[in-house]
Structures are given as C-alpha cells and as structure tokens.
C-alpha cells in the first residue's frame, strides 16, 4: 500500500477550535481590559478575562496564563466558573506545558460534572478533547481516540452542539487516516457530512470533511466514488478564491487523476495546487504536492523527475520537524537512489534515516525520564511538606473522625427511624389489603347465597305453578273447539317458553350443573349454551379434576360465563376458542376471539367495562392475575391464570 504524509494531527485538531474563535483587530484586547475594569460584578469580570486570556493563547502563551490566573480572583463563590477559569488557564498551557494543560482540563470537568446545563456539557467536551489531542502529541493515538468516544462526542451530544459532534467524527476520520485505516475514516467523515449539510450547506468545514472522505477513498484505490465529493467540495471552494483549502482540494485531485493513471490530469492539478499553496503561504501543503508528483514521476518510471520533486518535499518538510515525514522522505529518496544506480548516496541518507529513528526514540525516552522526574520530585516536596505538618494533620484528622463518627451515628438513628416508617407504612398497607380481601370475600359469599335462595324460591315456587299452569292448559285444550285449541295452544307455547326462561336465569344464579354433572360437564353445556348460528364457540378442557374447593369451582364457572358473555355482547366475533386447563394448583383460562377488539388495548387495572370489572375482583379474591391483548380489528385474546386449592 502507497505511504502518505502524515498529518501532525493534535496540532490540527486544536487549530480548528481556534478558526472557529473570532479573529478581531489589534484593539480587541485593549477594549476587553477597559471593559474588566469597568465591571461591576465578579462573574462579569471573569467571563470577560477568559475571553482575553483565549485572544492570548494564541499569540502569546505567558500573557494568556497570566491573565487566567487572574480570572481566578473572581470565582471564589462560583463554582461553575471556577471550572470554567480552569478550562482557559489549561487553553494557555496547550503550547508549552503539557502535563499542566491536561491537569487543568482535568481539574475544569470535575467541578463542572456537578452541573447539568448545555453549557457545562460544552465546556466538558471541549475539555476532553483538547486532554485527548494532548495525548496524541505524545503518542498516546488510543488515549486520543478514547476520549473523542467515551467523552468529547456523548457530551457534545448532550449539550445539543452538533456541530462540535461533527468536528469530533471528523478529527476520528483523521486519525483513522494517519493510522491508514481509511474505510473506517470514510465512516466518520460520512457521519460529520451528514450533520454539517442539515447545519451549514456551503460551509469551509462542510468542504474540508468532504475532501476528506474523497481522499479515504483514493487512498482505498475506489478512485470512483470519490467523484461526487470532489465535486461537491470544489461548488463550495469555488466561491472562497482565497480559501486555506484549495490546495489541498488540488493535490487530493491529484491523487484521484493518478489512481486513474490519467498523468497529465494529475500533474495539472497538482500545479493549480503548487500555485495556490506559494500565493497563500502554505509551505505545509506545498510539500505534500511535491511528495505527490513524485508519485506520479515515479509510476511512470522517471525517476530523475520525480527525485527532483522528492527533494523539494524534503527541504520544505524539514522545517516543520514532523519527525514521521522528515524519516518517509529520507526512505524514499535512499529508495531511488539505489534504483538510480547510486548506492552510496542511497547509504547516506540509510544512515540518516537511522539517525533520526534513534534521535526521535532517545527524544521521546528523554520526555519519559523527565516526566518521571519531576513526579518523584513533586513526591519528595510532599513528603516533607507532610512532615512539617504531621501534627495538625492528625488533630484535623481527630476532629474529623469525630465528626464523621457523630454523622454516622446520626444518620444510622435517622435511617433506624426512617425503617420503622416504613415497616410500619408496609403493616398498614397489608392490614388494608387484607380488609379488602375479607370485604370481596364477604360481598361475593353474599351474592352466591342470595342467588341460591332466589333460584330455589324460583324453581320450588313460580317454577312449580307455572309447570301445573301449563299441565291443566293441556287438558282443557283437549276439550274444547279446535280454534279454541290452537289458542291453547299459544298459550302454552308460551307458558312453555317462560317455564325454559324461569330455567336459565335459574341456572345462571346457581350453577347447579356443577353439582349435579360436574365440573368439566358444567364448562362444556357453558360453551355449548352460547354456541350460536352466528358465533361458533370450541372449547378445549385439559387436566380438569374435580378436586377442586367447590367455591373456586363456582367462582371460575362465574368467570368463564363472565367472559363467553362479553364475547358476545361487544366483541362482534363469529368464532370464540376457549381452553381450561389445571397444573398442579395453578389453573388457567385463555379465550380467544375474531372480533373487532377493543380501541385502547386494556393492559392496566383500569377496567373496559363491568364485565371485566367483575372479572378483576374475582381473580383479586383468588389471587389471579389477568393479561389482555387487543387491537383493532384484530380480535383479543385474554389469558388469566388462579390459584386453586386441591380438597384431600
């Protein structure tokens, strides 16, 4: 795979948070101190010297800390901007001292993870991106990435600034880049894409994301589909003349020609790109334009050219000290040399890419000691500041054990009390419950008595006079005239009609099947009672045993009737399945149904009706639950499971 020049991203990935900072005139910082002094509140004062020590960072990195030091005066009794005083201090040290940078960014998001506002989630993201792009200066890409993924992008999110999102995907796009994981950087820029066109449609950002997506998928050799977002990046340049960005639009151009071995395309852009980089002072890009036609060189198999371009590269590289690409350029040209038939200047430049290799290591090694120094120096001062302070560090540490001690005891009284609350909020509670339970259980008791005494006054009282009514009916009606019979005969048809409906209310107040068939029979002339020409009822009993306590029977038989009679009073079904069945001492009930279902599924304790309102209380009464699924036009289906009690 072709080897690219490797972007020093850190110093890119803070450039943009400070493109994004307004760029005012030289009276900026003299107006902003006019304007401290003539403050009149605390926090005025120190949001106004954050905004100057962040004019500073940039321009001149003491000056910048040393006004935010001064912030600090001004935040004794906020602690939201003292977090903030924190963040622009750390701002300050981001050139020049590392190790405090990352100590302030850290010490910013502990005091600001104690607020919830947009502005403090901002402050966070920021925060851990800048603490991660310092990590990548030293060589910690994973510490990098970790922090744009676990803190920077869940925190920008959360502040609801989705361009500063897009800024973190496209800063992963950019390290996958550099890593040459470029399919997985194609993702990331895809994702800023996405959120910059909904934010600003033609913006300088908008375009650089999309020269970067275009680039993944040069450097993917799918010169193809990059096409579209040239195209697009290049409307957006086309009205910025003096953009930053177009020459890097042209060497990515380049790049695109030269995957599609069109040679003459690509060395014209590369030129267009050359030009640009000169008028606007962008020896950076310069460089990598050379190091691109020496690709195109190189391909075609003019060494001598592309050497030329190859060298200037080198010139322009080393004045930027980006130890990655001074060492690839060094390769490069010891590569050419030796297919240029000269070996001994081949070794030379060996030689000094070793050199480099080892300088960069001893560099780096030299940055550890001294990290490491300074912590056991910094370890050695509190030893002896703990020294000197040993005997007020253990009064302070008596009182506060007393204190903590006194605290705990107080809170264990104050959590005993709390307890007994609640245990005894949970005894009423129960005491509650269980007088509602012997209230059902009295009321439903009631009810049963009071239909047994009305069946059997019905029965052995108007059912008995009806029954003779209807015997010396049929004995006159043999006596008399045939018109006159056939008038009888009405008449006992319907004295024959009311004796049968005299039955089923009585049947329906007392299920005296149950007694008199059984259980399983009592369900079955149920269903077989509500089975019509116009809905079909199946029934399906499994396991059904007649041990059951008689007034669980009766209550279930109350149920299933409850049920079968809802179904045909509101469901509009032609057909209705039912299934009882026991296991061990759970018994279950499941109808379902092909009607019109209920417009507002009833999953709640909420009833539909007082069908199953009597349903709910029944089931309450014998510990039961019920669950109901229902949509429109979809029928319902309602399984419900009880507890029985087998009799010995």
């Known amino acids: 795979m072709k080897k690219v020049l490797v972007i020093l991203f850190a110093l890119a990935a803070f450039s943009r948070e400070a493109v994004a900072r307004q760029q005012p005139g030289a009276s900026y910082p003299d107006s902003l101190m006019a304007a401290v002094t003539a403050a009149t509140t605390d926090s005025v004062k120190a949001r106004l010297l954050f905004r100057l020590s962040d004019y500073w960072a940039d321009r001149d990195s003491a000056r910048a800390v040393d006004i935010a030091q001064q912030s600090f005066r001004y935040t004794k009794n906020n602690s939201f901007l003292r977090g903030v005083a924190h963040f622009y201090r750390a701002g300050a040290y981001y050139s020049y001292d590392i190790i405090k940078s990352q100590q302030d960014y850290m010490q910013a998001d502990e005091i600001l993870q104690r607020f919830s506002t947009p502005e403090s989630f901002q402050y966070r993201s920021r925060a851990w991106h800048n603490y991660g792009a310092l990590d990548q200066l030293m060589d910690n890409s994973k510490g990098f990435v970790e922090a744009l993924l676990s803190r920077a992008i869940p925190l920008a999110q959360a502040a609801g600034d989705q361009e500063r999102v ?119 890009d310069a460089a990598t334009i050379a190091y691109e036609k020496y690709e195109v060189y190189k391909q075609q198999g003019q060494l001598e050219k592309a050497k030329s371009f190859l060298e200037k590269a080198y010139k322009l590289q080393a004045r930027h000290a980006i130890s990655t690409n001074v060492r690839l350029l060094l390769f490069e040209l010891a590569k050419t040399e030796k297919a240029l038939g000269h070996p001994a200047i081949a070794f030379d430049q060996m030689l000094q890419y070793a050199q480099l290799s080892d300088s960069v290591f001893t560099a780096q090694t030299a940055v550890t000691i001294a990290g490491l120094e300074t912590k056991y120096r910094v370890a050695e001062k509190e030893k002896q500041l703990l020294r000197l302070q040993n005997r007020n560090q253990v009064q302070r540490l008596l009182l506060y054990f007393g204190a903590c001690l006194l605290g705990l005891l107080g809170g264990f009284i104050y959590y005993a009390y709390r307890q007994r609350k609640k245990r005894e909020k949970q005894r009423l509670n129960t005491m509650q419950q269980e007088l509602e339970m012997q209230i059902t259980k009295a009321q439903l008791q009631g009810e049963e008595k009071e239909r047994q005494r009305l069946a059997r006054d019905l029965h052995d009282g108007l059912g008995g006079m009806l029954a003779g009514i209807k015997l010396n009916l049929s004995v006159a009606s043999h006596d008399k005239e045939r018109g006159q019979s056939v008038e009888l005969g009405n008449v006992i048809a319907q004295v024959d009609n009311s004796v049968h409906e005299l039955r089923r209310i009585a049947r329906n107040m007392v299920p005296e099947i149950l007694v008199r068939a059984g259980f399983s029979n009592a369900i079955r002339d149920l269903c077989k009672t509500m089975d019509t020409q116009t809905m079909r009822v199946e029934c399906e009993l499994l396991n059904l045993q007649e041990n059951i306590r008689m007034q669980e029977k009766i209550e279930i038989y109350r149920i299933v009737q409850e049920l079968l009679a809802n179904a045909a009073r509101h469901s509009g079904a032609t057909e209705v399945f039912l299934q009882c069945s026991k296991v061990h001492e759970r018994f279950y009930i499941t109808i379902e149904d092909n009607g019109k279902g209920l417009p507002e599924p009833d999953n709640s304790r909420h009833g539909n009706g007082m069908g199953l309102e009597n349903i709910r209380s029944r089931l309450a009464y014998m510990h039961g639950k019920i669950e109901l699924q229902s949509s429109p036009g979809k029928g319902t289906i309602i399984n419900i499971e009880i507890n029985v009690t087998e009799e010995r």
């Open 166 to 284: 897009a800024w973190n995907y496209m800063d992963l796009g950019a390290e996958f880049m550099n890593y040459k994981n470029y399919e997985r950087a194609g993702d990331y820029y895809e994702k800023a894409i996405k959120i910059l066109t909904g934010l600003h449609e033609r913006s300088l950002v908008l375009a650089e994301c999309l020269m970067s997506k275009s680039k993944s998928f040069v450097l993917q050799n799918k010169p193809d589909s990059a096409t579209s977002s040239l195209k697009e990046a290049f409307k957006i340049l086309s009205s910025h003349s003096d953009s930053s960005y177009l020459p890097v639009y042209y060497c990515i151009e380049g790049m695109y020609y030269s995957r599609l071995k069109q040679w003459p395309q690509a060395i014209a852009s590369l030129n267009k790109g050359d030009t640009l980089a000169a008028q606007l002072n962008r020896p950076y």
